[in-house]
């Protein structure tokens, strides 16, 4: 099966400061990946849908300056958690779209503490 | 209404019974449907795919879609604990992006 990696797995940093997370389609390539937030015991919030070469599709509410995503190739999409706040903790999920049946694949998620 | 729709559950089973998971969703032009399973702290894993209507079998997975009625459902033979988890429900046009359901929690008992 289709194969999608993220990391890291889980980051505490400080107040102020900037986390990068990578989300890499493995085995197929992928010209559209989602970032998703998820608070315990939440629902899937979609926060942006990233296309490989063009900027990225924010939903409603969802701060572009804050969240920074580059989709720099087929395979890999880097979400950018700037000035990070304890209310951005969270787990943050990408997932990867395969381009013929449109199956998205997720990959292990990315538990952000901030402290 | 939500495009989306599933009972939050929970849903109980006892072991080896058939467990269903409905999901009725609200855009007529929907045409790719699919079932994911998330257990608790991790994220989803895709278990089936349906494009058309009828039943898809996998395993002790079952998948059925009707589009007349904007509905679709999974059906989990022979349930056993590990398929405790919450399964969600996600719809998508062609090339659109998925749109996934609040999830039902289903919680099969030995």
């Known amino acids: 099966g289709a194969v999608v990696s993220q990391h890291p797995s889980w980051v505490i940093c400080k107040s102020g400061t900037s986390v990068k997370i990578e989300c890499r389609s493995l085995d197929f390539q992928a010209t559209t990946m989602f970032w998703y937030r998820q608070f315990p015991k939440q629902s899937l919030m979609l926060m942006a849908t990233s296309n490989e070469g063009s900027k990225a599709t924010y939903e409603q509410g969802v701060e572009k300056d804050k969240f920074l995503i580059n989709h720099a190739s087929l395979t890999l999409s880097t979400l950018t958690v700037t000035s990070a706040h304890p209310e951005d903790s969270s787990f943050y999920i990408c997932?990867?779209?395969?381009?013929?049946?449109?199956?998205?694949?997720f990959g292990p998620g990315t538990r952000l503490t901030v402290t | 209404q939500k495009e989306v729709e599933q009972n939050s559950g929970p849903l109980s089973v006892p072991e080896g019974a058939i467990a269903s998971l409905n999901c009725t969703y609200s855009?007529?032009?929907?045409?790719?449907f699919f079932w994911y399973r998330q257990y608790s702290g991790k994220s989803p894993e895709l278990i089936m795919s349906?494009?058309?209507?009828g039943d898809k079998e996998d395993g002790r997975f079952t998948a059925q879609l009707n589009k007349a009625s904007q509905y679709v459902s999974l059906l989990i033979r022979d349930s056993q604990p590990s398929d405790s988890a919450t399964y969600l429900c996600a719809v998508s046009t062609n090339a659109g992006k998925s749109t996934f359901g609040d999830g039902t929690t289903l919680t099969v008992k030995p």
């Open positions: 855009d007529r032009v929907s045409q790719s």
């Open positions: 349906i494009y058309s209507n």
């Open positions: 997932s990867a779209r395969e381009d013929i049946l449109y199956e998205q694949y």
